[in-house]
């Protein structure tokens, strides 16, 4: 059996789905962003595909996909969801819809799409990053939130409580998405940004997996640090969730109703929301499993005891293979996704052996490399690196990845007068 995985970069998450594709015995066939006139650059036989050509790049699958056919299809990233789901389409594999794909990562066709399904949503405005927020912030009730239409990762996402943060929020966004780095992706949307109500609550992400328009989900993860600004960046995922059953069940069906509502039909998912006194708000779904190494917080044990990785789960998905029989483990698991703490670049990082030694910490893995610029959100795209910990107890897993950070030493030198915000990510 042969998977495509389309990906922006041959990065650690496309390596984690080689190893599971190696355990599972299926072949894997990559298509990634880069010139088609350079001769395999990398050396990993990838399809050149440029994400802002989507027919050009479909049409280039198609053709390799004859003399290496697809049984299945998976992405990797959100900037790749839409030709992935023009892919299965030509290839007639099962898969989303490309309008539903182009709704599902844009923040402004999703809201839309869930005001038009009646579902809750924040009240919201949409601008040009080119309007004067000087002339806008007395249209703005606060606090509210401002953020770009297609950023993901809380990148570009900044809370307002008055006139002035405001403004400063509009233009910082504003610049960021003028930054070359974001220009070249070439996504109309990236020039305008979204101004909605502040939602009060907790936050929660959600794994799924949809099977020809039915629904599954896979893990419901807490975010037990509170995230009400004036940046939203994420740090600890637990799962299973310790909110009450009424909650999980609320979660569990907002989720499922915001996928309808913008047409998603075969394949992962990942949603975030927020629940609080208003009810459940889905503040998105994305096309696309859970980024990064944060999978490897997550196992499913079959009915005779075998454990898979989410990887495994979702290539076995993608051929047509039985998932249902896999579930969550019991034991209680989660990562922690090291923030980074100032800009600078990147000269060492201690204790290390330390984190490790905390009881139930599994893995400590330092993403970032000696010598890179480091940026912090807003503005950065990523992270240090990536703690694991599974107990027996949601807290326990908790605890160990708070004492396993407390651990480590982060050693920075001063930014340089130009700084990239792209450090950190591969």
């Known amino acids: 059996m042969r998977v495509l995985i389309i990906a922006a970069t041959t990065g650690y998450q496309t390596r984690a789905f080689g190893e599971a594709a190696e355990r599972l015995g299926v072949e894997l066939v990559f298509a990634t962003d880069r010139c088609h006139q350079l001769d395999d650059p990398w050396q990993d036989e990838a399809i050149p595909v440029r994400f802002h050509q989507e027919h050009e790049s479909t049409r280039a699958i198609v053709k390799a996909a004859r003399d290496k056919p697809i049984d299945g299809l998976l992405v990797v990233g959100d900037r790749p969801t839409v030709i992935a789901a023009h892919a299965a389409q030509a290839l007639g594999l099962p898969g989303h819809d490309p309008d539903a794909v182009r709704r599902a990562g844009n923040k ?3 809201r839309r799409a869930f005001q038009q399904a009646d579902l809750p949503i924040p009240s919201f405005q949409h601008f040009s990053i080119d309007q004067d927020p000087e002339l806008l912030a007395s249209r703005i009730a606060y606090p509210c939130v401002v953020k ?3 950023l993901s990762g809380s990148r570009g996402v900044i809370r307002a409580d008055d006139r002035n943060a405001f403004v400063s929020a509009f233009r910082r966004v504003g610049r960021l998405l003028r930054q070359k780095t974001v220009r070249a992706m070439r996504d109309p949307g990236s020039q305008e940004l979204l101004v909605e109500e502040f939602i009060e609550g907790r936050e929660y992400a959600i794994e ?3 099977d020809h328009g039915t629904p ?3 893990a419901i993860f807490d975010k037990p640090d ?7 960046e994420e740090t600890i995922y637990v799962t299973p969730s310790r909110a009450p059953r009424s909650n999980e069940r609320d979660i569990t069906r907002a989720v499922k109703a915001a996928v309808g509502a913008l047409g998603l039909y075969h394949g992962p998912i990942h949603a975030e929301c927020r629940i609080g006194p208003a009810g459940v708000f889905v503040l998105e779904v994305a096309a696309r499993p859970i980024g990064g190494l944060c999978a490897r917080a997550l196992r499913f044990e079959g009915a ?4 898979l990785s989410l990887e495994e789960l979702l290539l076995r998905h993608a051929v047509g293979a039985p998932t249902a029989a896999y579930v969550r483990e019991g034991a209680a698991s989660g990562v922690m996704m090291i923030p980074i703490p100032r800009a600078g670049w990147m000269k060492r990082v201690e204790g290390v052996d330390e984190a490790l030694a905390v009881k139930h910490v599994e893995e400590v893995r330092i993403t970032a490399k000696t010598g890179q610029q480091l940026v912090p959100l807003p503005e950065g795209a990523s992270y240090l690196g990536f703690i694991f910990a599974r107990a027996s107890k949601p807290i326990d897993v908790e605890s160990a990845l708070r004492e396993a950070h407390g651990k480590l030493r982060f050693v920075i030198g ?3 007068a130009v ?4 450090a950190g990510a591969e």
């Open 108 to 110: 402004l066709l999703a």
């Open 226 to 232: 509170p995230l009400d600004g004036p940046y939203f």
């Open 414 to 416: 001063p930014p340089l």
């Open 216 to 218: 599954r989900i896979l």
């Open 208 to 210: 799924g997996l949809l």
């Open 419 to 422: 700084v990239g915000s792209e």
């Open 304 to 307: 005779d005891g075998d454990l």
């Open 148 to 150: 770009p239409l297609t």
